[in-house]
């Protein structure tokens, strides 16, 4: 059934501050974007312009040419003066009025071609600085992205994320090139063409000034009722970019439920709601050219009244009618451009508010974090795999725990398997073991040292994982497996997809171990690429070794095909094994089967079978394994 507008909104508009409970069972499903307005546009404002201040000498270069640009209109504007006197002065000889016509429009053609070289150079080196300037921006999102804890990627859609990178710095990238541009040069027009006003008329000045309040209060009307449309749009349009990234993604779930009407029908809730704020932004960022480009108009009209009145009355010539009437026009200008700029303004200063409120999250390891002399004695004599949870207590939310005083302790080269119900805290085990999340009480130790003293990048280095999440990267066959280990050899790569039992598979493919894989291996069936996931982990050295539902997506068949390639990669290794499949931790060194949180059996397989509890009722299938 089809949820309301509100419930959409609810979950699609907020950013959920708690994450999923792990990658196993118990999913929270996450919402995209997080609804957000300037809190200090100034800080906003100065954090931009310092990836602009980095190419000062450039800049400096712009505004020399801005200079330029705006000497040679006003110049040329000015010399149409003498231009109208001369032609409309009679007395002189038809001769010299022609001989004075040609040199004067000579000199405007050599000040306007000045003009355009400035304004190319202009144009041209502002886009260089606003692009670079974008892509600096985009870096550091990126590279922060990469610093950020899972929590994060847990909390945040997708395609909350992709609007960052597209539609905010898109916005960010408008306003650098166009509007900062036309800030400067407006400024630069305005103080120019104020001083050719008075030198030209002071009283006909006074009549144009007496405008410009009318021009300011109009346009601050109309930008403050504009503001909260733009914020309300920037936040809608996050909404249903993650709505459709999920739809997507969700392709064949939608189709074997035959959701695609309530599908349907959510997004059009959720694209009336975009269109609605949509049409309340661009109708007053539409308005705002008109209603200031209509008053310029009656600032015009009446300055040129005035002027023929000092023309009848005072003497005053018609060049000078003329040249400060198109000056009275120019005046405008610049304040009903910036004005028409207010929709790229706000949506860049929100754009911006977004992606820095990502670059301000707080990443997995403070930069000053420096390894204890344990760690370090560690890191020189190598990671054996011995790894012991310590009382530990742990929970993704404060108010609801899902581990509860875990005690256990994994020699290295031993197989520990973890059974139980979906959301019992299997994989959030597995999760605190390589710090995907940090306890809240207890310790976890890796050859007796807190894994809290220890970075996070070495710890990883010696621990490999196999999600039931198959993840496969554009490249080659030959690239996804060496990305367990990238100084890996190829015959270390092919030996790594032998002991997966890839191998066969892949020399099956068209370009064998040089087959692309695109759109996360979709050519290859869900087992064939957990086969290649396996052979990732397979590759890599590190004496720990997480496999989290790995043989889930493979068939039985399969399963028992690779079993002895598994021992091979097990061998040696501190192994913890998630899985549903109780046939498939027989063979364990030590079986814990949570419930709640909790340990409430352990042993090896036979033992469990004599306790006759928990793990035999699942194993003899009197209570089944949800």
Request: one cysteine or more; proline letters at 2%; charged letters at 25%.
């Amino acid at each position: 059934m089809a949820r309301s507008l509100e419930e959409l909104q609810k979950r699609y508009n907020k950013a959920a501050a708690a994450p999923k409970r792990g990658m196993g069972g118990g999913r929270r499903r996450r919402v995209p974007g997080e609804k957000g307005k300037p809190k200090d546009t100034k800080k906003t404002i100065k954090r931009l312009w310092a990836y602009v201040a980095k190419y000062k000498w450039k800049l400096v270069v712009v505004l020399i040419c801005m200079l330029f640009s705006t000497s040679s209109a006003l110049l040329g504007s000015y010399i149409m003066r003498p231009i109208i006197n001369t032609v409309a002065d009679s007395s002189t000889p038809a001769e010299e009025r022609l001989l004075s016509l040609a040199k004067t429009i000579g000199l405007m053609m050599m000040i306007y071609g000045i003009g355009v070289i400035a304004s190319y150079l202009q144009q041209r080196i502002m886009m260089k600085v606003s692009l670079s300037a974008s892509e600096a921006l985009r870096n550091d999102l990126f590279n922060k992205l990469q610093s950020l804890p899972i929590r994060f990627f847990d909390s945040e859609s997708t395609g909350g994320i992709m609007s960052r990178f597209t539609n905010d710095i898109d916005n960010i990238d408008m306003m650098m090139h166009s509007t900062l541009t036309q800030l400067v040069s407006g400024t630069i027009s305005l103080i120019g063409t104020f001083c050719f006003m008075i030198y030209t008329s002071r009283w006909l000045t006074l009549v144009t000034v007496a405008f410009i309040p009318l021009l300011l209060k109009g346009g601050s009307f109309i930008a403050k009722r504009s503001s909260k449309y733009y914020v309300s749009q920037q936040s809608a349009l996050g909404a249903i970019n993650g709505y459709i990234e999920e739809m997507v993604s969700g392709q064949k779930v939608i189709k074997v439920f035959n959701h695609e009407e309530d599908c349907i029908e959510e997004f059009d809730k959720l694209n009336a709601d975009m269109r609605g704020k949509q049409l309340g932004a661009q109708f007053f960022g539409g308005i705002m050219g008109p209603v200031l480009g209509n008053t310029t108009q009656i600032c015009y009209a009446v300055t040129a009244g005035v002027g023929g009145l000092l023309c009848l009355f005072k003497g005053f010539d018609v060049g000078g009618v003329s040249v400060f009437a198109g000056y009275s026009r120019e005046f405008s200008r610049p304040i009903n451009s910036l004005s028409q700029q207010t929709s790229t303004i706000f949506a860049a200063l929100a754009g911006a508010e977004r992606v820095f409120n990502i670059m301000d999250r707080e990443p997995e390891d403070d930069e000053s974090f420096t390894e204890s002399d344990n760690a370090k004695a560690l890191r020189s004599k190598g990671i054996e795999g011995r790894v012991e949870l310590k009382d530990v207590t742990f929970g993704y939310n404060p108010e609801k725990t899902i581990l509860k005083h875990i005690n256990l302790t994994a020699e290295p080269g031993k197989k520990v398997a973890f059974v139980g119900s979906t959301g019992a805290g299997k994989t959030t085990i597995t999760n605190l073991i390589n710090r995907f999340y940090d306890i809240e009480s207890g310790s976890i130790t890796v050859d007796g040292v807190d894994i809290r003293e220890i970075s996070r990048p070495y710890l990883r280095e010696n621990t490999a994982m196999v999600l039931q999440d198959t993840h496969l990267f554009t490249g080659t066959v030959m690239e996804n497996i060496r990305y367990g280990r990238p100084d890996a050899t190829d015959e270390e790569v092919i030996e790594a997809a032998k002991t997966a039992s890839a191998h066969s598979f892949i020399m099956r493919l068209s370009e064998g171990y040089n087959t692309v894989l695109e759109g996360d291996g979709a050519n290859l069936s869900q087992g064939q690429r957990q086969l290649l996931n396996i052979a990732r982990a397979a590759i890599s050295k590190a004496p720990i070794l997480i496999l989290d539902e790995a043989t889930s997506s493979v068939d039985t068949r399969t399963e028992k095909h690779i079993e002895h390639g598994m021992d091979r990669l097990m061998k040696n290794r501190t192994t913890f094994v998630i899985a549903h499949r109780l046939s498939t931790v027989r063979n364990a060194d030590a079986i814990m089967v949570l419930e709640h949180g909790e340990i409430i059996e352990r042993g090896t397989h036979d033992e469990l079978l004599e306790m006759k509890g928990r793990y035999y009722e699942l194993y003899t299938g009197k209570v089944e394994l949800d």
